[in-house]
């Protein structure tokens, strides 16, 4: 199949143009042995032969739909309305791009407006940007927002239950940084102490679902002149108080529990908010509402200078095309759901979620560590978390994240997921399967 779509009269003309008479000319520095190898492939398939070869092969993966799933760890399966994907999925919007030329891309910029107004409000903030590539990106463009806020400070305080993999993604970025990094354990204000504070970070809730209490963080931390950032679970801010309302200065979230899909990790949505004294340093596209001559509502982008799209050298930050396929389906998620179904939605998760700690609890040798959590939460088992993942796992069920992946030493403890997707019965067929596994061992393995 020829993928360069040149005519044989072009062919020729480019030929001509190096002074060459041939393809095979083209090629000949080639070695000739190297040039055209046989490629040994099988006889080609129909295409109904070729469809039911791929579902074949998509029938061997796990999936949200077909298991029982309980694994977050920061993906989470949560219920879509199917509008979310059949207006998405309109032609207007997947084959749009950047939208620089305002005059031809008032669809694509309304949406984006649109999708701020919504973060913005449910983050208690005063202005957010149209996205970022995932969650860890956009906390470290928070984290990178403090430091340049005032270049004499350098200490950045991020808590202990911050995600293993957002803390890579933080320290990559920071490598080239004259800054240090520091771990807290606990509740946010307590971790403030000395001088040179540029930012005190809060998970809201952390990795193992823990919820802080951020009471006073945002005057300790700017009593010594630094910025509250907190990264926040989305669908819990449908229940629970905003970062805004906590006094947060920057927020910052992973959007994929609005209205994204799986997808096997990704593409996600990088959620990003501030107050309106930082609102000229967010990174990134903001799209703004604007009136012509005639008084007429538009959009157009704003704030942000070009040179952070275009011209690296002089940008405030390289972030540049954004997430926006994924900022449209959460701006239809949000649409559609509302306060009432967002809040709806993160009651539900917090409930089943702490009836399943509870049931699970209760199993002899497992224990769950107290204390207010939301979606997640960590149990220890009388056996290797790896091993009874495993066993489950031969049931249809994927009953958490072995945290062993991350931290060797947590060998005997899983964090188990619960959200709206999982019914009463589901969570009880995950007790009952852990109950009889735990008892034998999880296989023992060791």
Known sequence: MPYIPATASQTEAMLRVLGMNSIEELFREIPEGFRFPPLNLDDGLSEAETLRELGSLAGRNADADEWLWFLGGGAYNHFIPSAVASLASRGEFVTAYTPYQSEVSQGTLQAIFEYQSMIAGLCGMEVANAGHYDGAAALAEAVLMALKNDTSKRRVLIPSGIHPEYRAVLDTYLAARDCVVESYSGNPAGAVSGQGIAALVAYYPDFFGTIPDLSGAVEAVHREGGLFIVHADPIMLGLLKSPGAWGADIVSAEGQSLGNDLNYGGPFLGIMAASQALMRRLPGRIAGEAHDAENRRGFVLTLSAREQHIRREKAVSNICSNQGLAALRACIYLALMGRTGLKETASLC???????????????????????????????????????????????????????????????????????MNSKNDIDTLVSAVRRVSASGAGGRA
């Open 350 to 420: 917090w409930h089943r979620c702490h009836y399943a700690a509870k049931e699970i609890s209760l199993i002899p040798g497992c224990s769950v560590k107290p204390g207010n959590f939301f979606k997640e939460f960590t149990v220890r088992l009388p056996c290797p978390a790896s091993g009874l993942a495993e066993k489950l796992a031969g049931e249809h069920i994927i009953g958490g994240l072995p945290l062993s992946r991350y931290f060797p030493e947590r060998e005997n403890e899983l964090l188990v997921c619960v959200t709206e």
